[in-house]
T-cell receptor
């Protein structure tokens, strides 16, 4: 079974600085998708960024980018120019491409605090 | 921008009672999901649904749970006889396609917080 691990329960960053959230996963599959979701205090899960495993190029979305290391099974999220609105729980998630049910497997989350 | 909506936002029920959680997926989406998050724990997959039948379900999704798409817009999760351990945030999600780039991305609703007393 696939597992997703986020080793940092909490992280803190100064406003306007850069922070990196870690995620590792375990799978025997060669093709899959990886996601980062943000969960603000409102509790709604918001997609931040996605990465297809077959793509070598790291995904970017404005201030958000990933460092995808397939061999190491690592998928970290970098937030540049951190803003107060970035404060939230961040969840890393995995999905197989040949998964008939499209099930997402989530990590335990990292709480990001942004200091003004 | 289209959103997944869920009602109610909060529900309190007595142990043993039946609850129905409602979701309205994004209108052109074909795949629907339920996840739950017990306070302080991981988000866990419950079930996925396509073409009026369950595609996949987890071990959590036992006989106490059922899902239904009663009309063209709603997607419901029923818990027949609630237990204390069913207390959690329940998230509905939908995606446009099973696979194929951005179309398979799952979009989540705001959740229903269920408290079983």
């Amino acid at each position: 079974a696939q597992t997703v691990t986020q080793s940092q329960p909490e992280m803190s960053v100064q406003e306007a600085e850069t922070v990196t959230l870690s995620c590792t996963y375990d799978t025997s599959e060669s093709d899959y998708y990886l996601f980062w979701y943000k969960q603000p205090p409102s509790r709604q899960m918001i997609l931040v960024i996605r990465q297809e495993a077959y793509k070598q190029q790291n995904a970017t979305e404005n201030r958000f980018s990933v460092n995808f290391q397939k061999a190491a099974k690592s998928f970290s999220l970098k937030i540049s120019d951190s803003q107060l609105g970035d404060a939230a729980m961040y969840f890393c998630a995995y999905r197989r491409t040949n998964n008939a049910g499209n099930m997402l497997t989530f990590g335990g989350g990292t709480r990001l605090m942004v200091k003004p | 921008e289209p959103e997944v909506t869920q009602t109610p936002s909060h529900q309190v029920t007595q142990m043993g009672q039946e609850v129905i959680l409602r979701c309205v997926p994004i209108s052109n989406h074909l795949y629907f999901y339920w996840y739950r998050q017990i306070l302080g724990q991981k988000v866990e997959f419950l079930v996925s649904f396509y073409n009026n039948e369950i595609s996949e379900k987890s071990e959590i999704f036992d006989d106490q749970f059922s899902v239904e798409r009663p009309d063209g817009s709603n997607f419901t999760l029923k818990i027949r006889s609630t237990k204390l351990e069913d207390s959690a945030m329940y998230f509905c999600a939908s995606s446009q396609a099973e696979s194929g780039g951005i179309q398979e991305t799952q979009y989540f609703g705001p959740g229903t917080r269920l408290l079983v007393l």
